[in-house]
């Protein structure tokens, strides 16, 4: 029997239903087999619409059968647990929880390998098989599983949807047309499917040819990259040739000062020496005719000392001057101080030229430049903090909040002498210098106030206009007051029309030559805008015109 039982084909003795052994075999008239529980699960759901069928071949019986055990089948699953054979085959793939599970199976449900949309219903492959079988069934609508079969079903019908509304673009019944939808234009579904295959078909020309584009400018864009990457390596490489140059010639010339200044120094000690050598070479005769002379002093002899003394009293002239000039503490401080000299030209060569070869590179600017934004948000995103430099600020000028603020008084502040410092105009400048994409905002009270942007060049004393905001080819500046507002560069004068506000937004996109105005308020009215080339880092700059005037760098949130 265990013999018979190894050749029978396992899933002939399965339940369609739970894929199981079956358990309690029954025969339904049409002669498919099932667990007598599972069948009459499944015919209990179905008498909610009257119907009892068959899972498999769907044949419907009416009144529902009377349901006999298999004796046969039940001694031939008996004798087959025996043997041991008690799981279900091993090519029934059961559904997870991505998959589609089959809506017949009943307990562990098996996964879906096709969706009907007429039925509609997704089954496994047991229980696909009648509609390759049934005829009534081969005319189904058979697609790749999916979940979301139940959202072809119209909600307020319980309908198959197969209608398109093109005046409501919706999918709906046959039943819609006949009261919401009634008098739309409607297609059948597959009619506007064609129609929207066509736009589909369309739009995927579009995208393959943007995607085409935009491969031939990731290229183009890696190409660049590539020279970027080789320009700025042999930049870097010449940069750093020129540079060790550079610190060779610095160092050539601090050997040869250290070696003039060896050779000087060896030169003046040899002649000091020398005069030295001279020197104690005289003492030493002085010294011996002081004692020749001690020695004749003390002659009592009249006439030998009479006779000696004149050879012994006659002094040779000195070698050397009677007097010694030294320069205290001053032997090559002089020189020290000319090194120090150099030190500082250079510091300030380097400081200028530092601050041209950052501008430089800044302006290295292979794409263009991003549009002048046209919204609050998108100037916020350049927003700048601006940190006035006390060192800059004329002294009727009290700066406070944090050096944001700045107000004009007519008592002078006791700031300490500073060569960047206006003396004459009510003027300051900003702490950090500005580059690239920056926006930042002035509120104004009392008077008037001119809102500039300068070069950190512009002459800070005296009364010319070299010093003046807008007065001169360093400096940009509009005038506000409560009535009108009016451009300044250069010393020209361009009267500007707009919506008077207490607040003025500056936008600067320094590599693209952009500075622009805006008045502020609930919204952002371009005032004047500036097109032009900046050679140099620009400094934010205010200057109350009367005193009492204020102006304050908003914080931006």
């Not at 498919?32 to 499944?42: E, G, P, Q, R, S």
């Not at 120090?340 to 290295?364: A, F, H």
Request: charged share 30%.
């Amino acid at each position: 029997m265990e013999e018979k039982g190894a050749q029978l084909d396992i899933g002939k003795l399965s339940c369609s239903i739970c894929f199981d052994l079956l358990n309690d075999p029954v025969t339904i008239p049409c002669g498919h087999t099932y667990c007598l529980n599972c069948i009459k699960d499944h015919w209990d759901k179905e008498d909610q619409r009257s119907i009892s069928s068959c899972p498999q071949c769907r044949k419907e019986f009416r009144p529902r059968p009377v349901l006999e055990k298999s004796i046969i089948l039940t001694e031939l699953v008996k004798d087959l647990k025996k043997t041991g054979i008690q799981t279900a085959p091993a090519d029934h793939c059961y559904a997870g929880p991505e998959d589609v599970a089959c809506d017949v199976c009943t307990g562990r449900k098996m996964k879906a390998v096709k969706s009907c949309l007429s039925c509609p219903a997704s089954y496994c492959e047991d229980h696909l098989q009648p509609h390759y079988d049934a005829p009534p069934l081969k005319k189904h609508k058979l697609v790749n599983p999916f979940k979301k079969l139940q959202e072809n079903i119209c909600s307020r019908h319980d309908e198959i949807m197969k209608i398109f509304c093109r005046t409501d673009q919706q999918c709906i019944c046959y039943l819609c047309t006949m009261d919401e939808h009634k008098g739309h234009e409607t297609v059948p579904a597959a009619a506007e499917r064609t129609e929207k295959q066509k736009e589909l078909q369309e739009r995927r020309q579009q995208i393959q040819q943007r995607i085409q584009d935009q491969e031939k400018d990731v290229k183009l864009l890696q190409r660049e990259v590539e020279a970027i990457n080789g320009s700025a390596d042999k930049t870097l490489k010449d940069s750093e040739k020129i540079f060790t140059d550079l610190i060779r010639l610095i160092q050539k010339t601090n050997s040869d000062v250290k070696q003039q200044i060896r050779f000087q120094q060896e030169t003046e000690v040899s002649r000091v020496k020398e005069l030295q050598k001279k020197l104690e070479q005289e003492i030493t005769e002085l010294k011996r005719k002081e004692a020749e002379l001690e020695k004749l002093s003390i002659t009592e002899d009249h006439t030998q000392f009479l006779q000696n003394y004149p050879s012994l009293s006659a002094l040779s002239e000195s070698t050397h001057s009677s007097s010694i000039n030294i320069r205290p503490l001053r032997y090559f401080e002089d020189v020290t101080a000319a090194v120090s000299e150099l030190r500082e030209k250079l510091q300030d060569i380097l400081r200028d030229t530092w601050t041209n070869i950052l501008l430089t590179v800044t302006e290295v600017d292979v794409l263009q430049s991003e549009p002048e934004p046209n919204t609050k948000d998108g100037f916020l995103k350049y927003s700048q903090d601006i940190i006035l430099d006390l060192n800059t600020a004329h002294r009727n000028l009290v700066l406070s909040e944090g050096n944001r603020k700045v107000l004009a008084t007519k008592q002078q502040q006791s700031y300490p002498y500073h060569p960047e410092r206006f003396t004459v105009y009510n003027q300051v400048l900003s702490r950090e210098s500005l580059t690239g994409r920056c926006y930042w905002e002035v509120e104004w009270k009392e008077g008037g106030v001119y809102v500039a942007v300068s070069y950190k060049n512009i002459r800070r004393a005296g009364r010319s206009d070299d010093c003046l905001f807008g007065f001169n080819d360093k400096s940009w500046s509009l005038y506000c007051d409560t009535n009108s507002y009016i451009f300044y560069h250069n010393n020209n004068h361009t009267p500007v029309s707009g919506p008077v506000s207490s607040r003025i937004g500056v936008y600067l996109d320094h590599r693209a030559g952009i500075l622009s105005f805006y008045s502020v308020s609930e919204t952002m009215t371009l005032l004047h805008r500036v097109q032009t080339k900046f050679t140099k880092p620009l400094y934010a700059g205010v200057r109350p015109f009367f005193y009492g005037s204020s102006a304050e760098f908003v914080k931006m949130k």
